[in-house]
């Protein structure tokens, strides 16, 4: 199943359950109980078959998770009657899934972003002339040619008396950095100067930039500390949760007690808020240049006190901005500023 598809599933089942749920609660106060019910039942369904899906496949890998709590409060709940408690907890549980899944897609259309700046070719020398090579065919100790505003594809050294180098993306550093012959080049950093040539002294796989992305991957990937604790003793906490049921079943012979006990076990913040806020943070960070390793070290920085920086240029944007314009004689601000400009274009 495609991203797209699994979004617009997402999407349906919120919809579906957010439906059920008003339109219920329209036909209550209509006075039609028993309509009210048909509408609640029908809005839990389709969100109930999806969670038993998932539920089976997650089996099927040898992995437990606490969706299987979702699953049984909203079965006992349709079983006994109690269809509202059903529509809020399908509610609960198909809205998370839903921002999850979109979150999801916005670090995905973040990835890609970050994947852009690297160029798909590069300009390679080969017996006097320039060929155009797929970044694949680059090998080391070729000589790439590295145009004006041109991305380094590859790790390599400056094959020329200097060159200049913008390496925000990597290092944080605002202002252009001067390279001599001989110099390292970071792959994703960016000619500010003239044209030079470049050793190459890495494949693409094995380039610095090629190690972010793939950071940044794992990073999306991982699982905070509370997530992990959550899934580690998933399978306890379900046996807890069915053993209060029971007991509260069995000890006031109203089924409508363990129904209720399996409601308010549903843990869905577990399921669902932790691995959104996670995905959010990491993918935004990425967004503007900020790499965190994983949710350990997002999850973190909610108890640091104090940040130490090495220098300040990581603090700085590298690009003024006009704050003020003070006059002294008989020129007008919006002379001086177009003068001012004139001046800067060269």
Known sequence: MTSIL???LNFGLLATALLGLISGVGLLVADKPDLATVAWSVGVLPVLAALVVEILRSLGKGEVGLDIVAALSMSAALLFGETLAAAVVALMYSGGTFLESFAQG???REMRDLLSRMPRTATRHLDGALEEVPMDDILPDDLLLIRQGDVAPVDGTVEADRAMLDQSALTGESMPVRLNRGQEVMSGSTNAGDVFDLR???????????????LVEAAQASKSPMARL??????LFLAVTVALATAAWWFTGDPIRAVAVLVVATPCPLILAVPVALVAGLSRAAHFGVLIKGAQPLEALARIKTLILDKTGTLTDGRPQIVSIKTHGVLSEDQILHYAAALDQA
């Open 106 to 108: 916005r670090a995905g």
């Open 200 to 214: 190459v002294t890495r494949a693409a796989s094995d380039s610095t930039y090629a190690g972010i992305v793939r």
């Open 230 to 235: 959550a899934d580690r003793y998933s399978l």
């Open 6 to 8: 699994h979004d617009r």
